[in-house]
């Protein structure tokens, strides 16, 4: 046979613990493998016969949440802790203030329902509904700032085509005026009787 070669192995599986073992081996493997491994009735892992029940006081063993004390498998124990449990700790989404998961819903009913002042609108809106309130505020004002911007021509033209008004004369002014008009009367009356009394009188006229 030529040295560098390998000869052919046959395969053969282990009874014991379903592993693939070369045909020339399997006796003395088995004898080792059934006298020291056993395989564990939950992960059907091959341990250690001496280790069997440390394996699953490690791994299986149901244990106790330090928050809640409730009993669960130990693979489950941090999801439990972290999204389960209602003694883990929470935070208000209103006031930021953290406390256990059970007593959250009872805490934001009553917190939820606290007022602030809106700094658009002046008005006082409840902590639940602050987020669709400015919303909706945010809108309104945008909405106001586009039409206050906006003249329509109509209206243009009709501010350009205003005047001033004329401001009305003072009282006195007017008074003024009939006075100066009853004096310029009374002038023109007594020039017109004394040209005739003239011409009633002047004795070349009888002639």
Do not use: W
């Amino acid at each position: 046979m030529d040295m560098g070669t390998v000869p052919d192995q046959t395969i053969s599986t282990c009874t014991h613990c379903d592993r693939a073992i070369p045909s020339a081996n399997i006796e003395l493997h088995y004898a080792h493998c059934s006298r020291n491994l056993e395989r564990c009735k939950i992960c059907y892992e091959m341990v250690p016969k001496l280790r069997a029940e440390e394996h699953y006081l490690n791994t299986h063993a149901p244990v106790s949440c330090s928050l809640c004390s409730e009993t669960m498998e130990r693979d489950i124990l941090d999801i439990h802790r972290g999204e389960n449990c209602i003694r883990r700790m929470v935070t208000c989404e209103f006031c930021e203030f953290p406390l256990p998961a059970i007593d959250l819903a009872e805490h934001q009913e009553v917190c939820g329902n606290r007022t602030e002042l809106c700094h658009l609108c002046n008005k006082y809106v409840r902590l639940r509904e602050r987020y669709n309130h400015e919303d909706s505020c945010n809108r309104i004002q945008d909405n106001s700032a586009g039409s206050s911007r906006y003249v329509r021509p109509a209206e243009r033209d009709d501010g350009a085509q205003r005047r001033p008004r004329p401001r009305p004369r003072p009282q006195n002014d007017l008074s003024k005026r009939r006075l100066l008009f009853t004096i310029a009367i009374t002038g023109i009356a007594v020039m017109l009787g004394s040209i005739f009394f003239q011409r009633k009188t002047d004795p070349s006229s009888v002639q």
